[in-house]
């Protein structure tokens, strides 16, 4: 699969549990972000990532962690969820913040 | 602050008919204004974009700022135009991008 792409595609877990989301691109894009599409809401930005480091944080909960750890990777790493924080969550990348932004098919998750 | 309105959740259309998905903004600055759809299955992607004002698979929207509006259009929508679509407004230097709760378009043959 070309393009930007995240694993896995669905995720159940526990409000105990610790899991992490995964999206990658090799589309030689130094900018990348997460959103967060819940129900009934616009699609909401959480992080923005360019050249690696984090130049924007919505007031995204602590229990939400990103990480990038170079331009092609980036991690969503969750913790202690809430049921309301079951949502579509999509990563996204651009070449830069002013370019277009290409969109993954995102991680469905399920928090019971 | 920044923020975009798509007042409707759904239109249901037949093949054939005009179709106008609504989107309007508020936002002090000078915006950049985009329209995404999602079909079944797919994921999000870019449709068109304001400053390109060009026509997309028969789409085509205008930025009115008077009217804070940029609906997308279509003279004679075909059943493939069944989709999830979008509205959205980047602003600022951050170049941001806000969604709109976005609109279902159902075209029936």
């Known amino acids: 699969e070309t393009g930007v792409t995240q694993t896995p595609r669905h995720l159940v877990m526990g409000m105990t549990n610790k899991k992490s989301l995964k999206c990658e691109q090799h589309l030689g894009h130094n900018a990348m972000y997460w959103y967060k599409q819940s129900a009934k809401k616009p699609l909401e930005l959480m992080f923005v990532y360019n050249f690696k480091e984090q130049t924007e944080n919505n007031s995204v909960p602590s229990r939400f962690s990103p990480e990038c750890p170079n331009s092609s990777h980036l991690f969503l790493h969750l913790h202690t969820l809430q049921p309301e924080d079951s949502a579509l969550y999509l990563c996204a990348s651009s070449y830069t913040r002013a370019n277009e932004q290409f969109f993954g098919p995102g991680t469905r998750l399920t928090v019971l | 602050a920044q923020r975009v309105t798509q007042p409707e959740k759904l239109l249901s259309v037949f093949k054939g008919a005009p179709v106008e998905l609504k989107c309007n903004y508020s936002y002090s600055g000078s915006p950049e204004l985009f329209w995404y759809v999602q079909y079944s299955r797919q994921r999000l992607q870019l449709l068109l974009r304001?400053?390109s004002r060009e026509s997309i698979k028969g789409f085509t929207a205008d930025l009115n700022k008077g009217e804070t509006s940029f609906h997308l259009k279509k003279p004679f929508a075909q059943e493939e135009d069944s989709a999830m679509y979008y509205c959205?407004?980047?602003?600022?230097?951050?170049?941001?991008?806000?969604f709109g709760k976005g609109i279902t378009l159902s075209v029936r043959p």
């Open positions: 959205a407004l980047k602003s600022g230097a951050n170049s941001k991008l806000t």
């Open positions: 304001h400053i």
